[in-house]
């Protein structure tokens, strides 16, 4: 299975936290699943961090390339159709971070690992 990590699931799996659900926490931990994040979860715990609205991401925030290369995850980039799809899509979604991110996970037939309800009127395979 193909999984796009939300960006607090994200951070709570990089944080330990509890509040990763534990069939999220299972997925991740499979080995034959690839796991991938957005260049958007890493621009949203930047700037959130940067802002204060993350103060507890700080040794995330410091150096999000490596710790996805320490969990072997691997970099989803945005591409101008990722923009323009999340852009295009209806509803009254205003987070451009999640935008990018259903756009991603529909364009690639990915599962999105967010405990976001929301998602799935786009259509998104969701996994919490």
């Given at each position: 299975m193909r999984l796009l990590l939300d960006t607090h699931a994200f951070f709570w799996w990089?944080?330990?936290?509890r509040r990763l659900s534990p069939s999220a926490r299972q997925?991740?931990?499979?080995?034959?699943?690839?796991?991938?994040?957005s260049?958007?979860?890493?621009?949203?715990i930047a700037t959130k961090h940067r802002i204060g609205k993350l103060s507890e991401a700080g040794?995330?925030?410091?150096?999000?390339a490596g710790a996805m290369s320490s969990q072997g995850f691997q970099e989803l980039p945005i591409s101008v159709s990722d923009a323009s799809r999340?852009?295009?899509?209806?509803?009254?979604?205003?987070?451009?971070f999640d935008r990018v991110l259903i756009a991603q996970a529909l364009a690639r037939d990915l599962v999105l690992v967010s405990n976001e309800t929301i998602f799935e009127n786009y259509g998104v395979r969701r996994l919490w």
């Open positions: 990089f944080s330990g936290s997925a991740i931990e499979e080995e034959g699943n690839d796991v991938l994040i260049a958007a979860s890493a621009w949203e040794p995330l925030a410091k150096d999000i999340a852009g295009s899509l209806p509803g009254p979604l205003l987070d451009p």
